[in-house]
C-alpha cells in the first residue's frame, strides 16, 4: 500500500471513531455471532474497538450515539476491504 493509500485508510478510521480509544459494542439480540476488533496503530497510541455481531440487527438497547458509532464502523469495514 503506498503512503497516500495509508493516509486514505486513517483518514476513514478517522471518520468511524477508530482513533477516540477503546471501545466495546456488545449486542444482546443475538448470540454465537463474531466480534470484529478494529486495532488501530497511529500517532503512538494503539486503539482497539470490539464489535460484537458487526453486520446484524442493531441492539434495541443501543442508545442513538452507539448505533450511530455501529453505522459508521459498518461503512469502514465494508471500505476497508476494499483497499
Known sequence: MTEAGIQLLLSAAREAGLLAGDQR???????????????????????RVLVYGLHFDDDPGWTPE??????????????????
Open 66 to 83: 452507539e448505533r450511530s458509532a455501529v453505522e459508521r464502523l459498518r461503512r469502514f469495514h465494508e471500505q476497508a476491504l476494499s483497499f
Open 25 to 47: 459494542y456488545q449486542n444482546r439480540l443475538i448470540a454465537d455471532a463474531p466480534t470484529t476488533i478494529f486495532t488501530v496503530r497511529a500517532g503512538g497510541r494503539v486503539t
